[in-house]
């Protein structure tokens, strides 16, 4: 792939053949910006899974960077109001589900009481597509509204595998502080670590990269006899 100057330049940074210290990465991932915005650090994780296996989970992330989500729960009537005092920017029933049915997705998250799940189903082509559709593994499908609505406000972010395996998730901006990006990327690999199947082999993390939006990629090591 053809990349531009910028990117060539600030490439000579990073020495392919070499995998950083977890700080030494989220200093030199820093560095790496070529937008004039403050690009996302994103982590891509590669796990050794066999081929019927995935891994899926939320987490919150000790230091937050994203700007506030718009929550939307289905719930019936008599619990609009709880919804709503406890963070929910859209509450409701039949009424919202025709209103996505006819096209309107103008939120962030999909929460659901287990009562509406019959009626949310419907909406399964639509929310799916996006990402959207409340999940009991994902903790979007609660009677504990209270709970949940006050982790998603604090930023618990849902992680999966794709099909090849790999985990792919924003854990920072270039403008925040190198350590706050490290304690987020511990946090998470923690969390990817306590979902390792039973009869995994060997290294269940194979390999883990670090990189800006525009920019090149880092390979990171969480401590130095992990290096290869």
């Not at 392919?16 to 650090?41: H, R």
């Not at 509450?91 to 287990?114: C, M, R, Y």
Request: glycine share 8%; hydrophobic share 35%.
């Amino acid at each position: 792939m053809k990349h531009g100057k910028k990117y060539n330049e600030v490439a000579k940074k990073v020495d392919p053949s070499q995998a950083y210290e977890l700080g030494a990465a989220c200093a030199l991932v820093k560095e790496l910006k070529t937008a004039k915005f403050d690009e996302t650090v994103e982590v891509h994780i590669r796990l050794n899974l066999k081929k019927s296996q995935s891994v899926r989970d939320t987490v919150v992330l000790p230091h937050q960077f994203r700007g506030e989500k718009r929550i939307l729960v289905f719930c019936r009537p008599e619990r609009v109001k709880e919804a709503l005092e406890a963070g929910a920017t859209y509450a409701g029933d039949a009424e919202l589900i025709e209103k996505i049915k006819g096209g309107w997705l103008d939120f962030d998250i999909a929460v659901a009481t287990p009562d509406m799940m019959k009626d949310v189903g419907k909406l399964g082509m639509i929310l799916g597509r996006r990402g959207l559709m409340p999940n009991p593994k994902t903790g979007t499908v609660t009677n504990d509204l209270p709970a949940s609505l006050n982790e998603l406000r604090k930023g618990r972010t849902e992680y999966r595998t794709d099909k090849s395996g790999i985990i792919h998730l924003p854990v920072g901006k270039v403008s925040m502080e190198p350590e706050k990006i490290a304690e987020n990327l511990n946090t998470l690999v923690e969390e990817i670590s306590r979902k390792r199947p039973a009869d995994a082999k060997g290294d269940f993390i194979a390999s883990i990269y670090l990189t800006p939006t525009m920019g090149p990629s880092v390979k990171v090591v969480l401590n130095k006899s992990e290096k290869r």
